[in-house]
């Protein structure tokens, strides 16, 4: 069993940034990959970013390519989303969820945070 709990989420204008953070407790943090998906109102929730177990893997949605940078510390049971030039259509709530990044399937999930982009 792995609770994570997400932080970091808040207001910010078009063009700033953000950093989320997942703790999770426990003693399997490593053993999990780690992603970050994102559901905005009226929306399905969609892929972000996942990372491998060891951080040699990264992948990201086409969307925040080159804008988001997704990095875990396993000492920590800490998992990062690094958020840059953000865009009024990156708002949404934030989750992030421990699982498989071979098979794309996460069994573990956050309670989420809001980010808002004000344009």
């Known amino acids: 069993q792995v609770q994570l709990v997400e932080s970091g989420g808040g207001l910010v204008q078009a063009g700033g940034s953000l950093r989320l953070s997942c703790a999770a407790s426990g003693h399997t943090f490593s053993s999990y990959a780690m992603a970050w998906f994102r559901q905005a109102p009226g929306k399905e929730r969609e892929f972000v970013a996942a990372?491998?177990?060891?951080?040699?893997?990264?992948s990201y949605a086409d969307s925040v390519k080159g804008r988001f940078t997704i990095s875990r510390d396993n000492d920590d049971n800490t998992v990062y989303l690094e958020m840059n030039s953000l865009k009024p259509e990156d708002t949404a709530v934030y989750y992030c969820?421990?699982?498989?990044?071979?098979?794309?399937?996460?069994?573990?999930w956050g309670q989420g945070t809001q980010v808002t982009v004000s344009s």
């Open positions: 969820a421990a699982g498989s990044i071979v098979i794309m399937r996460f069994v573990y």
């Open positions: 990372i491998s177990r060891a951080a040699v893997t990264k």
